[in-house]
């Protein structure tokens, strides 16, 4: 089964930036649409981005222009590059994966055989 740990979070200045970084271990992990999703306080938890098995990307409209996410060609890192941050960006972020999973827009991916989750970290985006 994957393992996935994130790393990065923090607290930034409105307009600034973070990164934020996805361990992932298992086996073959090219089987997995991999991707972040984000719950504020008193909110449910929302797709981000996502990346497909053949490598395609969706995004949220909330965050298009202004995040990317990647990651090396093993998936063993999946890496969200977060800039002109606003206060509601602030959130844990969770990083997931979904056994062959497809993309959906919206920034998710679904149709899997399972999500596995990571334990998440904090951004929080101050005005």
């Known amino acids: 089964a994957v393992q996935l740990v994130e790393s990065g979070g923090g607290s930034v200045q409105a307009g600034g930036s973070l990164r934020l970084s996805c361990a992932a271990s298992?086996?073959?992990?090219?089987?997995?649409?991999m991707g972040w999703f984000r719950q504020a306080p008193g909110k449910e938890r929302e797709a981000v981005a996502s990346?497909?098995?053949?490598?395609?990307?969706t995004y949220a409209d909330s965050v298009k222009g202004r995040f990317t996410i990647s990651s090396d060609y093993t998936k063993s890192t999946l890496t969200l590059e977060m800039n002109s941050l606003l206060p509601e960006d602030t959130a844990m972020y969770y990083c997931?994966?979904?056994?062959?999973?497809?993309?959906?827009?919206?920034?998710?991916?679904?149709?899997?055989?399972?999500?596995?989750w990571g334990q998440g970290t904090p951004v929080t985006v101050s005005s």
């Open positions: 298992g086996y073959n992990l090219n089987v997995y649409c």
């Open positions: 997931a994966a979904d056994l062959w999973g497809n993309l959906r827009g919206g920034g998710a991916c679904d149709g899997g055989t399972s999500r596995t």
């Open positions: 990346l497909g098995i053949n490598g395609d990307t």
